[in-house]
Nanobody
Framework: QVQLVESGGGLVQAGDSLRLSCAAS????????MAWFRQAPGKKREVVAA????????YYTDSVKGRFTISRDNAKNTVYLQMNSLNPEDTAVYFC???????????????????WGQGTQVTVSS
């Protein structure tokens, strides 16, 4: 079993930055594909970014490309999401997720992720 705990969310103004962290316990993350998802009120959960187990491949949804960066430190069992130039449309609960069988062609599919954190709220005011 893997327990994931997100942190780093908060209330910021448009244009500000935040760095989310996802700390894992119970198992090493080094063999797991990881992703950040978000869900805004009344909207479906969507993938924001994903990263391969080695960190060599990263993927982003179009709306965050050039602004967000996903990274991982397997030695610290932690995954990060650096979010720059935030705008009100980024307001959502952000979830960290881990997949035992992760593939670059299916990173968008939430059902392929086996472990989820409880989420952290990000609110961006205009």
């Amino acid at each position: 079993q893997v327990q994931l705990v997100e942190s780093g969310g908060g209330l910021v103004q448009a244009g500000d930055s935040l760095r989310l962290s996802c700390a894992a316990s119970g198992r090493t993350l080094s063999s797991l594909g990881m992703a950040w998802f978000r869900q805004a009120p009344g909207k479906k959960r969507e993938v924001v970014a994903a990263i391969s187990w080695s960190g060599s491949m990263q993927y982003y949804t179009d709306s965050v490309k050039g602004r967000f960066t996903i990274s991982r430190d397997n030695a610290k069992n932690t995954v990060y999401l650096q979010m720059n130039s935030l705008n009100p449309e980024d307001t959502a609960v952000y979830f960290c997720a881990a997949a035992r069988s992760w593939h670059s062609r299916s990173y968008r599919d939430s059902f392929r992720y086996d472990y989820w954190g409880q989420g952290t709220q990000v609110t961006v005011s205009s």
